[in-house]
């Protein structure tokens, strides 16, 4: 069985794609060859139903079909992260439930448009990671122009500080190489240490990683 992500995560985690057939049904022999090929390239984690993903695209049946069927062609030789983000939280934690059940590694989660203070972010976020239970670990995407939900340093330290499940940041704030450095110090500061991994497509690689992304 595949260890679940730590605080200590690091490498290259693809994104995933979605492959689809023109009827609009999920591809899954181009899946599979998606798998082989990542694996092939080296990667050290794959993750899945994230905005490549086109989770939205798939209805909730197809979207536990996809994950039960990937999980399985990966066969734990490597860590697999799914997306689980949802408007409700209910279908959220169920689906996070549902993908560690299969072998999951760890479940990554966005926030909702409408998070509008501080308090809002880190009231949604909270009984989001609460209601997951300590026992999932947790990646939390940080990309606003996607989710129009802003995430501040000290909003997230609060998050890490609080929640002992929360191991990973996806940080995806564009550039945010500022937010990505202080983050980086906060250890120094007495707060917990956390993976900081980022996306973007690759856009700002160099610079992230002279600022200590993992």
């Given at each position: 069985?595949?260890?679940?992500?730590?605080?200590?995560?690091?490498?290259?985690?693809?994104?995933?794609?979605?492959?689809?057939?023109?009827?609009?049904?999920?591809?899954?022999?181009?899946?599979?060859?998606?798998?082989?090929?990542?694996?092939?390239?080296?990667?050290h984690?794959?993750?899945?139903?994230?905005?490549?993903?086109?989770?939205?695209?798939?209805?909730?049946?197809?979207?536990?079909?996809?994950?039960?069927?990937?999980?399985?062609?990966?066969?734990?030789?490597?860590?697999?992260?799914?997306?689980?983000?949802?408007?409700?939280?209910?279908?959220?934690?169920?689906?996070?439930?549902?993908?560690?059940?299969?072998?999951?590694?760890?479940?990554?989660?966005?926030?909702?448009?409408?998070?509008?203070?501080?308090?809002?972010?880190?009231?949604?976020?909270?009984?989001?990671?609460?209601?997951?239970?300590?026992?999932?670990?947790?990646?939390?995407?940080?990309?606003?122009?996607?989710?129009?939900?802003?995430?501040?340093?000290?909003?997230?330290?609060?998050?890490?500080?609080?929640?002992?499940?929360l191991?990973?940041?996806?940080?995806?704030?564009?550039?945010?190489?500022?937010?990505?450095?202080?983050?980086q110090?906060?250890?120094?500061?007495?707060?917990?240490?956390?993976?900081?991994?980022?996306?973007?497509?690759?856009?700002?690689?160099?610079?992230?990683?002279?600022?200590?992304?993992?």
């Amino acid at each position: 069985m595949i260890q679940p992500i730590d605080e200590c995560s690091k490498g290259v985690f693809v994104i995933s794609a979605t492959p689809f057939l023109e009827n609009g049904a999920i591809d899954y022999e181009s899946a599979d060859r998606l798998v082989e090929y990542y694996l092939s390239e080296g990667v050290h984690g794959i993750t899945l139903l994230g905005v490549m993903g086109e989770a939205p695209k798939l209805s909730d049946s197809e979207q536990r079909e996809f994950i039960v069927h990937m999980l399985k062609r990966v066969n734990d030789r490597i860590p697999v992260i799914v997306g689980v983000s949802n408007p409700g939280i209910r279908n959220l934690v169920d689906l996070g439930r549902y993908a560690m059940s299969h072998g999951a590694a760890g479940v990554m989660i966005a926030g909702v448009p409408g998070l509008k203070t501080d308090d809002h972010v880190y009231g949604f976020f909270s009984q989001v990671i609460e209601m997951l239970g300590e026992d999932i670990p947790v990646c939390l995407q940080d990309y606003p122009p996607a989710t129009l939900v802003h995430l501040s340093t000290t909003v997230f330290l609060r998050l890490v500080n609080d929640f002992v499940s929360l191991k990973m940041f996806k940080h995806e704030d564009c550039p945010g190489l500022n937010k990505l450095s202080l983050l980086q110090a906060a250890p120094l500061q007495g707060h917990r240490q956390i993976s900081i991994l980022t996306g973007n497509g690759g856009l700002y690689v160099p610079q992230e990683l002279k600022r200590g992304a993992n």
